[in-house]
């Protein structure tokens, strides 16, 4: 696929954003500039794999010099053995026919596979400015979450075309890794992508200069794998993972991809998540349902990019391995220039996927314990549902939303569970897709497996495949809903039914073989991997406001209101509308305890409706005041 090329807008932050008050647009940033590959140094070669280059594995009972005898005929070189996983980098002679020499290594007994040494590249698409800074760290709940996660310091792998270590907003953030494209020890951005990225997940927060990042506790480990042209290597993105495996990253962010499956590239997968971390990558940007690599393999968290609107966005891929989505439209992040920090809009899953490994930061910080599974199924389920209810090809299972993280933290209760009781055919086996303990299965049409548990929700996970078939589920003794495990597709540790607002105190989940399977299943086996609990600590949400005001002054616009007549309120917030029923957009950085707040709109001459809600101490949310209380509002700057 062609590197797409694109134009971003550099902004200039002047002056500091304060808590609580909505940025003045025109006041806080200078006239966007634009800035183009010409500048940066962005061209790209076209290729999409490495010339006269092919990547092989010996299976593990031969030598080295096992590839002798063929490279010779090939008049090849082994350029070096990666101990790291046994990979042979082989050298071949201008104008080989890459493809096909690969077959030929392939098809030897001692070799386990011979792939040529693919190109990915970041994933950006063309940027679009003007929209509110950051506006989606309050499109996922980010603020609200910051009160209540611990500060426990969390690295994230940031595996792309460097950082900025000397950024303003980044300097104290950095953990210098290692730079595989020039092999040395300093991994600088020479690009401008990854610096982006890793501003997105951990700019520096509260310190009075530039933006915020979604995980102020987060740490980057800095891995350069894409060169001043956003290119690297199968072979080089590989090693950047397992570098990250093994030093200490717990989420590792894959803003890169391309099409093509790559087993080297999949062994590091996997070795990182055997190693614990969570791996989340870009879904691409051709606005496809194409199958990129590396966000289509097993075990990563897929991410596709969705607009302020929360519609998807028109460069988004799609398809059954989109996990989830984030915000990845004129996002405001940080920026290297050759020494001058800067800030710029850009558009792409490549900033939906950071959005996402922020999330997941945050929530691995209030829980420290979790496995790469947990923390997985934990982002999964801290999701905004769009489009298709249920699971969908362009959102995943939703949006990205850290209030509901907040609002519940997660225990998990495996399948071996003394609560659990099978009748029937369930069988126990070991399983890959298994978070914990064992798989257990049935295919017999009325098998059954009850779970007894004590909380408010409840999620079962199971592992879809084409060989699955349809099972029945019943909440307390009631029939809930018809499950269908089947997918073209084997996926990984599935949240397949999900039932939330039970009532505190003790229940039921039972999930019974139904026998009759999906016309294009293979077979009928139905599966347990886990289920997952909310704790049962979730309060009912609070009271509206009341009176809620909208006042019209010379050069602003001020919203008051009263405090709801009965229960305990630790803040508000405030949503904006162009349209008395249209979606709403958060306007307020972090909650707001007074009642009181002043906006100036972005627009002159357009009419804005205004909505202001509760929040408890436990972060549940209430809904908006009263239709009658919200009034439009008309900026009328001169």
């Known amino acids: ?169 980044l300097a104290n953030k950095v953990i210098k890794g290692y730079d595989f494209i020039n092999n040395d020890n300093d991994p600088m951005d020479d690009h401008f992508h990854g610096t982006h990225v890793a501003g997105i997940i951990a700019a520096e927060t509260n310190n009075a200069i530039g933006i915020a990042g979604v995980a102020p506790n987060a740490k980057i480990l800095a891995i350069k794998v894409l060169s001043r042209t956003g290119e690297g290597t199968d072979l080089q993105i590989s090693k950047g993972i397992m570098y990250a495996a093994d030093n200490g990253a717990k989420v590792i962010n894959l803003s890169l991809g391309g099409p093509g499956w790559s087993f080297i590239l999949d062994d590091a997968v996997q070795y990182a998540r055997k190693k614990g971390c969570l791996v989340v990558a870009s ?72 959005v996402a490994c922020g999330a997941a930061a945050l929530i691995f910080a209030g829980n420290p314990t979790y496995t790469a599974d947990q923390l997985q199924r934990a982002l999964l389920l801290a999701t905004q549902d769009l489009g298709t209810p249920g699971r969908d090809d362009s959102f995943g299972y939703g949006l990205v939303d850290l209030r509901k993280a907040a609002i519940q933290k997660r225990i998990t209760a495996e399948d071996t569970a003394p609560e659990i009781t099978a009748t029937g055919s369930w069988q126990s086996s070991a399983s890959a897709g298994a978070s914990g303990g064992t798989l257990k299965s049935a295919s017999t049409a009325g098998s059954s497996l009850t779970l007894r548990f004590s909380g408010t929700s409840i999620c079962w996970f199971a592992q879809t495949g084409n060989a699955s078939g349809k099972a029945k589920v019943y909440i307390d ?70 009176g809620v005001l909208v006042n019209v002054k010379p050069r602003s616009v001020e919203i008051t209101w009263s405090k709801p007549a009965t229960g305990k309120v630790a803040g508000y917030n405030i949503y904006c509308s162009t349209t008395i029923s249209g979606k709403c957009v958060r306007i307020n950085r972090a909650t707001i305890t007074t009642n009181t707040f002043t906006v100036l709109p972005a627009k002159r001459g357009a009419a804005y409706y205004y909505k202001v809600t509760s929040v408890d101490e436990s972060g549940n949310e209430s809904t908006p005041a009263t239709p009658t209380s919200i009034k439009a509002a008309r900026d009328i700057r001169r």
């Open 1 to 169: 696929m062609r590197f797409r090329a694109f134009i971003l807008f550099v902004v200039m932050l002047a002056a500091l954003i304060i808590p609580g008050t909505a940025p003045s647009i025109a006041s806080s940033i200078e006239q966007p500039q634009s800035v183009g590959s010409q500048q940066t140094g962005t061209t790209t070669s076209g290729r999409t794999t490495v010339p006269g280059e092919i990547l092989v594995k010996v299976k593990t009972s031969y030598g080295a010099q096992a590839l002798f005898a063929i490279n010779k005929s090939f008049r090849a070189q082994s350029l070096t053995t990666h101990s790291y996983n046994g990979i042979h980098q082989i050298i071949l002679p201008a104008g080989t026919d890459v493809k096909r020499v690969a077959q030929e290594y392939a098809e030897l007994p001692y070799v386990e596979y011979a792939e040529p040494n693919r190109i990915r590249r970041a994933l950006d698409s063309p940027s679009d400015p003007y929209f509110n800074l950051q506006w989606a760290l309050p499109k996922i709940g980010a603020p609200d979450f910051w009160d209540k996660a611990p500060l426990t310091p969390v690295i994230v792998a940031v595996i792309d075309t460097g950082v900025d270590y000397t950024h303003e907003d």
């Open 283 to 354: 879904a691409g940007n051709a606005g496809t349902s194409e199958i990129y690599y590396p966000a289509s393999y097993n075990g990563v968290v897929s991410v596709g990019a969705t607009d302020s609107y929360d519609k998807k966005a028109f460069f988004s891929n799609f398809g059954p391995d989109v996990d989830i989505a984030a915000p990845g439209v004129d996002i405001l992040s940080t920026y290297n220039d050759g020494g001058s920090p800067s800030y710029v809009y850009a558009s792409g899953t490549s900033m939906a996927a950071p």
């Open 477 to 546: 003794g009631v029939f809930a809903k018809d499950v269908d495990l089947y997918n073209p597709t084997t996926n990984y540790q599935q949240p397949v039914f999900f039932k939330d607002s039970l009532s505190a105190g003790s229940h039921t989940i039972k999930i019974e073989a139904a026998g009759s399977k999906n016309s294009k299943s293979q077979g009928q086996d139905v599966n347990v991997d886990g289920f997952d609990i909310g704790n049962g600590n979730v309060s009912a949400g609070p009271m509206p406001p009341t």
